[in-house]
């Protein structure tokens, strides 16, 4: 009995661990793309590299769709 209830608490805590570990990798994600992205994109738009910019758009969007499915 004591065996089960160790092994059960152990694999909570390896399930805790990992769902934090997926929420802070989806918030480091979110952030990434929400604030560092939309100022690169603005940057290059104001330097006058608007090829580049679009560019940086398209490559974003590709990677946010593979990224969905993790």
Known sequence: MTA???VALIYTFIRMLICTFKLAWG???IVA????LPLMIVGLALSGMFMLALGLVLVSALFATV???F
């Open 4 to 6: 089960i209830f160790v």
């Open 27 to 29: 918030f480091a994600k």
């Open 33 to 36: 793309f929400v604030v560092l």
């Open 67 to 69: 990224l969905s499915f």
